[in-house]
């Protein structure tokens, strides 16, 4: 473990296991020999079991619960979320076996990772708060928080690049396609990788990102999948339909 250097962080899997099947197919060229996960493993999609299943046989270095996750073993409120991830969640709790609750169960919504710190959301409210582009004051506050260089997060399903000099200052930016930003060494990182399974940036590809911790460079990737297939999935499970229908909209 202590030879890893290409790490790939995986978000907001959702259960889509046509999306996670194609990122673990790109994680090969892509040369990456470690894994982290910035939760939300489970909900909307329709292949919970097999998703965590599936994610074990990645090299996993670190994994965060996100707010789904938590929701469906019973720690966070149901709630909290709109009508259709409501019933996903409720479905979810009812798919998910024995070992999958208990690999859920074991989670946590921010870890100390060797590589940064991970989390879902943000640093102030790991498990709820969304950091989307353009939302500067609010990251400003997850930079005050802890003594971290680098932060890998998820939760908005929108890849993006938060940045803070060493005035001070913190900028956003979306992150388009497959993109290759080299680190400052001066400056601290907020790094969203998007989602696996259910980007909502427009792209319909499943998003991941690679961080290479000795070239300090952080590159995104998508790879498209079999769309059809998870929406497929979803609507026999008898899901909200509007779970299948975003899919092939990228939100
Ligand atoms: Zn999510």
Redesign the pocket.
């Known amino acids: 473990m202590g030879g890893v250097t290409r790490i790939a962080v995986l ?2 899997i ?1 259960s889509n296991l046509e999306a996670l099947e194609a990122v673990a197919a790109a994680l090969g060229d892509a040369g990456t020999d470690g894994a982290y996960v910035c ?2 493993l489970v ?2 999609g329709a292949d919970p079991e097999a998703v965590v299943a599936r994610l074990q046989d990645l090299p996993l270095l670190s994994v965060v619960a ?3 996750d938590l929701a469906v073993v019973g720690r966070f409120p149901v709630g909290w979320f709109n009508a259709a991830a409501a019933a996903a969640v409720r479905w979810t709790a009812e798919r998910l076996p024995t070992e999958g609750r208990e690999y859920l169960l074991g989670l946590e919504p921010l870890e100390r990772a060797r590589d940064g710190l991970l989390v ?1 959301g943000s640093v102030v409210a790991p498990a709820e708060e969304y950091l989307p582009p353009g939302h500067d004051a609010a990251a400003a506050r997850s930079f005050d928080r802890r003594g971290f260089e680098r932060c890998f997060f ?2 908005t ?1 929108v890849p993006t690049v938060f940045e803070r000099t060493p005035e001070g200052v913190v900028r956003s930016r979306l992150v388009v396609g497959d993109e290759r930003v080299e680190l400052d060494s001066g400056r601290r990182y907020m790094l969203n990788a998007g ?1 696996v399974g ?1 980007p909502r940036d427009g792209d319909p590809r499943a998003a991941f990102l690679v961080y290479d911790t000795e070239e300090r460079v952080a590159e995104w990737h998508r790879v498209a999948y079999a769309v059809e297939v998870a929406q497929e999935r979803i609507r026999a499970a008898g899901l909200p339909a509007i779970l299948a229908d975003r899919l092939a909209l990228g939100y």
Do not use: A, P, R
Request: proline residues 0%; charged residues 10%.
């Open positions: 978000s907001d959702h939760g939300d909900g909307y996100g707010n789904h879902h998820g939760h399903h989602s259910q």
